[in-house]
């Protein structure tokens, strides 16, 4: 391995780390800042791959995350629902193959959590979304994605169920209680 690929997996760790650290958020406007801010260090990995669409589609998500803090805003849910055409036509626009369509939907399950008022149901669609982008970094060799997306997957659902029981409950500020109720028992 170069000292090249070295950098571009440790790069991809730290994007990854960045959007573990937002399973640890108990408000959605901050796990949406960790998360954007790890899909901001996430386009640079992809580049660095020479994947293209994780790179479109990294940059979206990180838009998404950014306009999606507000679901219940007219800015919010028209930004996210924009972005379910965007992605599709910057998969069809930078086309590389069959892989592109993994972070396609990967991407689309990630739209789809941040339109979600509940926790719970955000959590559940986002881990739905690391089996093709699991799989898109195993296709290019991205050891980071494929690691993230496992312990992603099993930290949502760590989450979900701490909430479900009543032993997490996510906080509630006043910049965001309309964006989401707190779920729980």
Request: aromatic share 10%; with cysteine.
């Amino acid at each position: 391995m170069s000292t090249f690929d070295i950098v571009t997996q440790v790069v991809g760790f730290v994007g990854y780390g960045l959007l573990l650290g937002a399973t640890l958020a108990r408000r959605r406007a901050w796990l949406l800042a960790i998360d954007a801010s790890g899909g901001a260090v996430l386009i640079l990995h992809w580049a660095m791959l020479g994947a293209i669409a994780g790179v479109t589609m990294n940059a979206l998500y990180t838009a998404v995350d950014v306009a999606g803090v507000d679901a219940d805003s007219r800015r919010g849910r028209i930004a996210l629902a924009a972005s379910v055409p965007v992605a599709i036509a910057l998969v069809v626009i930078f086309w590389t193959g069959p892989a592109d369509l993994l972070a396609g939907a990967g991407l689309l399950f990630a739209i789809a959590s941040r339109a979600s008022r509940s926790q719970v149901r955000l959590r559940f669609i986002a881990m739905i979304g690391c089996i093709p982008w699991g799989l898109f970094g195993l296709v290019h060799g991205s050891i980071p994605q494929v690691a993230f997306s496992t312990i992603y997957f099993f930290a949502m659902g760590i989450s979900i169920i701490r909430i479900m029981r009543g032993n997490w409950q996510p906080r509630q500020a006043p910049d965001d209680v309309a964006m989401m109720r707190a779920d729980g028992p």
